[in-house]
T-cell receptor, first 114, second 116 residues
Framework: KQEVTQIPAALSVPEGENLVLNCSFT??????LQWFRQDPGKGLTSLLL?????REQTSGRLNASLDKSSGRSTLYIAASQPGDSATYLC?????????????FGTGTQLKVEL | DAGVIQSPRHEVTEMGQEVTLRCKPI?????LFWYRQTMMRGLELLIY????????DSGMPEDRFSAKMPNASFSTLKIQPSEPRDSAVYFC??????????????FGQGTRLTVV
């Protein structure tokens, strides 16, 4: 059974700092990995999707990397802003006969302070 | 497209009552997912459909939970009878499933269910 872990569970940084969020998964047979953002009381917003054949994806100040063989992904946020404060979730989609369901990590709650 | 649309956004009901949550996926998506989010267990997949057919319902907690997808643009999740431990946020999501396409999943805003 796929298990997805995110560390740290919570992170507080001053504005302007670069930061890295970590995601690890136990079964490397994944088709892709997706990073989401969730604001309090809101739904999930997709940030980046990395296919298993890719090493990284970039969108603005966000960069996500994937090391499939070691079961790890990182989300790098450059020059953090208070508006980046949210919970960040990673999710993996299985390869092969695992269907199309996403398994989510536990999330990292980020607070960017002025 | 307006994205995945869920209704109602909030639902407060008494224990024992029937609750029906609704979802309209993004037009053209052939996969639809129902998730439940709680503080204790995070996001859990309850059931998912492919082309309106249930594929995996192993996450449905009990027989009190049922889900249907009568057509490509509508799905329901029903709880009957509801219990206080069902209180959670329920999310619907949709995506393409064809491995040759972008299989990015898009989520609705969720339904916050409170059973008292």
């Amino acid at each position: 059974k796929q298990e997805v872990t995110q560390i740290p569970a919570a992170l507080s940084v001053p504005e302007g700092e670069n930061l890295v969020l970590n995601c690890s998964f136990t079964d490397s047979a994944i088709y892709n990995l997706q990073w989401f953002r969730q604001d309090p009381g809101k739904g999930l917003t997709s940030l980046l999707l990395i296919q298993s054949s890719q090493r990284e994806q970039t969108s603005g100040r966000l960069n996500a990397s994937l090391d499939k063989s070691s079961g790890r992904s990182t989300l790098y946020i450059a020059a953090s802003q208070p508006g980046d404060s949210a919970t960040y979730l990673c999710a993996v989609r299985p390869d092969g006969g695992g269907g199309n369901k996403l398994t989510f990590g536990t999330g990292t709650q980020l607070k960017v302070e002025l | 497209d307006a994205g995945v649309i869920q209704s109602p956004r909030h639902e407060v009901t008494e224990m024992g009552q029937e609750v029906t949550l609704r979802c309209k996926p993004i037009s053209g998506h052939d996969y639809l997912f129902w998730y439940r989010q709680t503080m204790m267990r995070g996001l859990e997949l309850l059931i998912y459909f492919n082309n309106n057919v249930p594929i995996d319902d192993s996450g449905m907690p009990e027989d009190r939970f049922s889900a249907k997808m009568p057509n490509a643009s509508f799905s329901t999740l029903k709880i009957q009878p509801s219990e206080p431990r069902d209180s959670a946020v329920y999310f619907c999501a949709s995506s393409f499933g064809d491995r040759g396409m972008n299989t990015e999943a898009f989520f609705g805003q969720g339904t916050r269910l409170t059973v008292v």
